[in-house]
């Protein structure tokens, strides 16, 4: 019987204010970021998706809890997700807290979905993987053993971290320019030069995923209309011990809406793979507890893995002059912070190392760059380089002069 996990990323970042710094405002949260448009936006995703999917989603599981079936889902969901629905709409957490026991796995991550693992130091990065897995205990009872980095950025250092900071699994991009010739659909480890006790590496079916997560409604895709029942007989004919899933959660009514019929794919899903004598579900630490490494995943340091755009490596976030202007600032800016050791300041600056501020100004060609378009709220890479780098100038100026005081 072949194992398959269901993994969803909950994600919603804290915009910054696209006319720039407030500097009337009460706070220094509220200098920099755009509240009004972050809950015009998370109410948007909450009507679209995150209700209506979350809904789906639980009718289907009590439903076969009934009939004695347990399905398992994981979701990886973003501290600032979390920080806004308790703002904005607090009954999300309470639908994720009401789900039949043992449903739900909770995979940890980085503190506000940060990119701190390009950070020099890397002792900022293990803080923001404990402060979330803090975040997900106060909030869901479950003390996360699985991890993914950031976008399923992933080398071989971070699996050594991942296992030091107490992981027993670390999710990542099955690309083949690492694997080769192998399958995805097996658990495998880190190279024993890196780590003697290697943590478990869980590698996304890019395909499989992808076959809902970009081309579900795609009139022109030749598998086009795509039901639960075809995908469900595609995941039973893959060879290998276990199918890993792994999508943006707003795939399910937002990038996809729901006239395309991909909500009722969500809910019909689960009872279909549960009707399956080849298929079961597993929590991504049941995976990794039932099916031992099969060989190394070596992705050494300049060979980073993520799931973005063609090239899946971190070009997505630093691949330009000017992603990597404004990664080098913040990072000389941290230093500042870190002396500085206030509270407020501190959150300010993690907030501003969120992916997506990066995503944003990518400025990658052809489908990969309508995908960078999509998320981003600005006119032009340009015009978003020249918005994040004056609130980021301003950040760096009010740090230091409070060090000066």
């Given at each position: 019987?072949?194992?398959?996990?269901?993994?969803?990323?909950?994600?919603?970042?804290?915009?910054?204010?696209?006319?720039?710094?407030?500097?009337?405002?009460?706070?220094?949260?509220?200098?920099?970021?755009?509240?009004?448009?972050?809950?015009?936006?998370?109410?948007?995703?909450t009507e679209n998706?995150?209700?209506?999917?979350?809904?789906?989603l639980l009718e289907?599981?009590?439903?076969?809890?009934?009939?004695?079936?347990?399905?398992?889902?994981?979701?990886?969901?973003?501290?600032?997700?979390?920080?806004?629905?308790?703002?904005?709409?607090?009954?999300?957490?309470?639908?994720?807290?009401?789900?039949?026991?043992?449903?739900?796995?909770?995979?940890?991550?980085?503190?506000?979905?940060?990119?701190?693992?390009?950070?020099?130091?890397?002792?900022?990065?293990?803080?923001?993987?404990?402060?979330?897995?803090?975040?997900?205990?106060?909030?869901?009872?479950?003390?996360?053993?699985?991890?993914?980095?950031?976008?399923?950025?992933?080398?071989?250092?971070?699996?050594?971290?991942?296992?030091?900071?107490?992981?027993?699994?670390?999710?990542?991009?099955?690309?083949?320019?690492?694997?080769?010739?192998?399958?995805?659909?097996?658990?495998?480890?880190?190279?024993?030069?890196?780590?003697?006790?290697?943590?478990?590496?869980?590698?996304?079916?890019?395909?499989?995923?992808?076959?809902?997560?970009?081309?579900?409604?795609?009139?022109?895709?030749?598998?086009?209309?795509?039901?639960?029942?075809?995908?469900?007989?595609?995941?039973?004919?893959?060879?290998?011990?276990?199918?890993?899933?792994?999508?943006?959660?707003?795939?399910?009514?937002?990038?996809?809406?729901?006239?395309?019929?991909?909500?009722?794919?969500?809910?019909?899903?689960?009872?279909?793979?549960?009707?399956?004598?080849?298929?079961?579900?597993?929590?991504?630490?049941?995976?990794?507890?039932?099916?031992?490494?099969?060989?190394?995943?070596?992705?050494?340091?300049?060979?980073?893995?993520?799931?973005?755009?063609?090239?899946?490596?971190?070009?997505?976030?630093?691949?330009?002059?000017?992603?990597?202007?404004?990664?080098?600032?913040?990072?000389?800016?941290?230093?500042?912070?870190?002396?500085?050791?206030?509270?407020?300041?501190?959150?300010?600056?993690?907030?501003?190392?969120?992916?997506?501020?990066?995503?944003?100004?990518?400025?990658?060609?052809?489908?990969?760059?309508?995908?960078?378009?999509?998320?981003?709220?600005?006119?032009?890479?340009?015009?978003?380089?020249?918005?994040?780098?004056?609130?980021?100038?301003?950040?760096d100026s009010q740090?230091?002069?409070?060090?000066?005081?």
């Open positions: 019987m072949k194992s398959l996990t269901l993994s969803f990323e909950v994600h919603q970042p804290h915009r910054l204010r696209e006319d720039g710094v407030k500097e009337d405002a009460d706070t220094l949260h509220e200098r920099y970021f755009d509240n009004e448009l972050n809950k015009r936006f998370f109410e948007d995703v998706c995150y209700l209506p999917a979350t809904r789906r289907a599981a009590r439903d076969l809890e009934e009939q004695g079936e347990r399905p398992r889902v994981n979701f990886s969901v973003s501290s600032s997700w979390i920080e806004q629905a308790k703002k904005y709409r607090p009954e999300l957490l309470e639908l994720l807290n009401s789900f039949p026991e043992d449903t739900i796995e909770f995979i940890g991550q980085t503190h506000y979905h940060s990119m701190a693992v390009f950070l020099e130091e890397k002792e900022e990065f293990r803080r923001q993987l404990r402060t979330h897995s803090q975040i997900i205990q106060e909030e869901f009872g479950q003390k996360p053993t699985v991890m993914t980095n950031t976008e399923l950025i992933y080398n071989n250092s971070i699996g050594r971290i991942a296992s030091e900071e107490g992981f027993e699994g670390v999710f990542t991009e099955g690309t083949q320019r690492i694997l080769g010739w192998r399958s995805p659909n097996h658990i495998y480890t880190q190279p024993d030069f890196e780590t003697e006790e290697g943590t478990a590496v869980l590698l996304r079916n890019r395909r499989l995923t992808d076959d809902v997560g970009y081309r579900f409604s795609r009139k022109d895709w030749e598998e086009y209309p795509l039901t639960a029942e075809k995908y469900t007989s595609w995941l039973s004919a893959e060879d290998g011990d276990v199918v890993n899933l792994f999508m943006d959660y707003e795939t399910f009514g937002e990038h996809h809406w729901k006239g395309t019929g991909i909500l009722d794919f969500l809910e019909e899903l689960p009872r279909k793979i549960a009707g399956q004598k080849d298929l079961r579900f597993m929590s991504a630490s049941e995976a990794v507890r039932n099916h031992p490494p099969v060989g190394e995943f070596d992705a050494f340091r300049y060979n980073t893995v993520s799931w973005a755009d063609r090239e899946m490596d971190e070009t997505a976030w630093l691949g330009n002059r000017m992603q990597k202007e404004i990664f080098k600032k913040l990072q000389d800016t941290g230093g500042k912070v870190k002396r500085l050791d206030e509270e407020e300041v501190t959150e300010v600056w993690r907030k501003l190392l969120t992916s997506d501020h990066l995503h944003h100004i990518a400025t990658k060609k052809d489908t990969d760059e309508s995908v960078h378009s999509y998320f981003s709220y600005f006119d032009s890479p340009q015009q978003g380089f020249k918005v994040i780098m004056e609130h980021i100038r301003d950040f740090v230091s002069e409070k060090l000066r005081k």
